[in-house]
């Protein structure tokens, strides 16, 4: 399994940007996906956005366009940013990454095998 370590969580006002980091350990898989997940108090954990290790993106359809997901090779990082936040944003975001198998779902979270413990992001109107 991958090491997975989120930070750049915190509060934000509505409006805003903020920008997610997901430190990795050695990835070991040849090809792989890497995505942002999230979950809110009483909701179902969601998939927000994935890169693949060919570089191709993915977002779910209700994000496209305020989210950027993007990756550092050289560092092992993954990043979200999150433009113009809403409340509905608060939520506890999570990487993941797993195998790649023909592609990338963010639909069924037990395609990856590795998780981080979350970062929390906080949004006020």
């Known amino acids: 399994q991958v090491q997975l370590v989120e930070s750049g969580g915190g509060s934000a006002q509505a409006g805003g940007s903020l920008r997610l980091s997901c430190a990795a350990s050695?990835?070991?898989?040849?090809?792989?996906?890497m995505s942002w997940f999230r979950q809110a108090p009483g909701k179902e954990r969601e998939g927000v956005a994935y890169i693949n290790s060919n570089g191709n993106t993915g977002y779910a359809t209700s994000e496209e366009g305020r989210f950027i997901i993007s990756k550092d090779n050289a560092k092992n990082t993954l990043y979200l940013e999150i433009n113009s936040l809403k409340p509905e944003d608060t939520a506890m975001y999570y990487c993941?990454?797993?195998?790649?198998?023909?592609?990338?779902?963010?639909?069924?979270?037990?395609?990856?095998?590795?998780w981080g413990r979350g970062t929390q992001v906080t949004v006020s109107s």
């Open positions: 993941a990454a797993g195998p790649w198998v023909g592609y990338c779902s963010l639909a069924d979270p037990g395609r990856y095998d590795s």
């Open positions: 050695q990835l070991t898989y040849n090809r792989y996906c």
